[in-house]
Structures are given as structure tokens and as C-alpha cells.
């Protein structure tokens, strides 16, 4: 069936760099995506959301970017900090009202002091 | 805002024997969701409710799991009997719906180990 999965599973990056975290979706239907932060020992965190009439959403030292094009979603980090090691999810919806999540398989992201 | 709250947060039972997870959702969200977390599936949806009513129970594995929501300020999710493969880290989840869209709030988990 489809689903939503990610190109890289792990992620190291320098703190103070930028940090790019990528998912790549199959359902061509879904028009809403998430990205939730999850810290070990934690519960998923949301992030920040975007829906599919936009391609870009910023919020603090975060953007997400949609390609529907090529059903592709990304993760920016802007000057990454030791607390944001984590793993990262992306999750997508068919519709915005539609409350069934299909979560991505995850990338973690280790941030080098 | 007390956010999600599971209990236990970590349990350990052997194989045969039932297993209850509880949540409390965060005050005033009217959706309740269970979620199983496993190295090899990631984050699956078991079941969800709306308005205390079971909306999608398709991700529940098998008879042996079942989930009920009594009042808007609480759940449980039993597996009766456990098996050694139903060990996962099980959330709860909560949202207002409708007015903020997708967001989802997760509890902070339960650990289940079954030997």
C-alpha cells in the first residue's frame, strides 16, 4: 500500500550548521503534512504543519518545504543546537480534516558539539 | 496544561497475561487517539475516537486487542492475552477537532515488555 517514507535514516550535522531532513510520500491524494520532533524516552513533538496549497511554511529556525511535483517535504533547521537531537517525523493526511496520520518511518538527527 | 497523561510507563508481563494501558487526554480535546510504536513498523494508528465514539479501529491488530473510551477524560487500551510481540511503546494522543487542524498531542508513552 502506500506510504509515507524518508531517503535517509540518519542524519550528523555540526552544531550551529543547517540541518536538512527529507520525506518523500506516495499518496498523491494527501494535502496536509506534519513534522513531529520525538527525543528519547518521549512522545512525538509537534513542529510545524504545511498544507498542500502552500509550499513553504516558516516558523522559529524551522521551514518545511513541499514539492508536489515530485511528492517531496523537507525539514530546515536553522543553526542547529544540541537539543535538537531527535528523531524526526514526517506524517500526512488525505484531507485537513481527516485526523488519520500516516507517520514516516523517521530520520535521527545527531548534532555534533 | 498537564499535556496527555498514560499510565503505567513502563510494564513488564508475561506472556498469557491481560494488559491495561489508561489515558487522559488533555482537557477539552474531543479526539483520543492510541498509537504503537515498534523498531520495525514505526508508528502505527490503532484506533481513534471522536466524541468518545470509536471513528476507525482498522489498525487494531487482532481480536485480542481492544480499546474503549468511556468519558471524555479517559481510555484504555487491553490486550487480552499479551504476546511477546505486542512489546512496543504504546501512546496515546489528543486533539481538538475541529479548529486546529491536524495537531496532535502525544502522551509521553508506555513501555510494554512481554516475556
Known amino acids: 500500500g502506500e506510504s509515507v517514507g524518508l531517503h535517509l535514516p540518519t542524519l550528523s550535522v555540526q552544531e550551529g550548521d543547517n540541518s536538512i531532513i527529507n520525506c518523500a510520500y506516495s499518496?498523491?491524494?494527501?494535502?496536509?503534512f506534519i513534522w513531529y520532533k520525538q527525543e528519547s524516552g518521549k512522545g512525538p513533538q509537534f513542529i510545524i504543519d504545511i498544507r498542500s496549497n502552500m509550499d513553504k511554511r516558516q516558523g522559529q529556525r524551522v521551514t518545511v518545504l513541499l514539492n508536489k511535483t515530485v511528492k517531496h517535504l523537507s525539514l530546515q533547521i536553522a543553526a542547529t543546537q544540541p537539543g535538537d537531537s531527535a528523531v524526526y517525523f514526517c506524517a500526512e493526511t488525505i484531507n485537513f480534516g481527516n485526523e488519520k496520520l500516516t507517520f514516516g518511518t523517521g530520520t535521527r538527527l545527531t548534532i555534533i558539539p | 496544561d498537564a499535556g496527555v497523561i498514560q499510565s503505567p510507563r513502563h510494564e513488564v508481563t508475561e506472556m498469557g497475561q491481560e494488559v491495561t494501558l489508561r489515558c487522559k487526554p488533555i482537557s477539552g480535546h474531543n479526539s483520543l487517539f492510541w498509537y504503537r510504536q515498534t523498531m520495525m513498523r514505526g508508528l502505527e494508528l490503532l484506533i481513534y475516537?471522536?466524541?468518545?465514539?470509536?471513528?476507525?479501529d482498522s489498525g487494531m491488530p487482532e481480536d485480542r486487542f481492544s480499546a474503549k473510551m468511556p468519558n471524555a477524560s479517559f481510555s484504555t487500551l487491553k490486550i487480552q492475552p499479551s504476546e511477546p510481540r505486542d512489546s512496543a511503546v504504546y501512546f496515546c494522543a489528543s486533539s481538538l477537532r475541529p479548529g486546529s487542524g491536524n495537531t496532535i498531542y502525544f502522551g509521553e508513552g508506555s513501555w510494554l515488555t512481554v516475556v
Open positions: 499518496n498523491s491524494a494527501s494535502d496536509y
Open positions: 475516537f471522536n466524541n468518545n465514539v470509536p471513528i476507525d
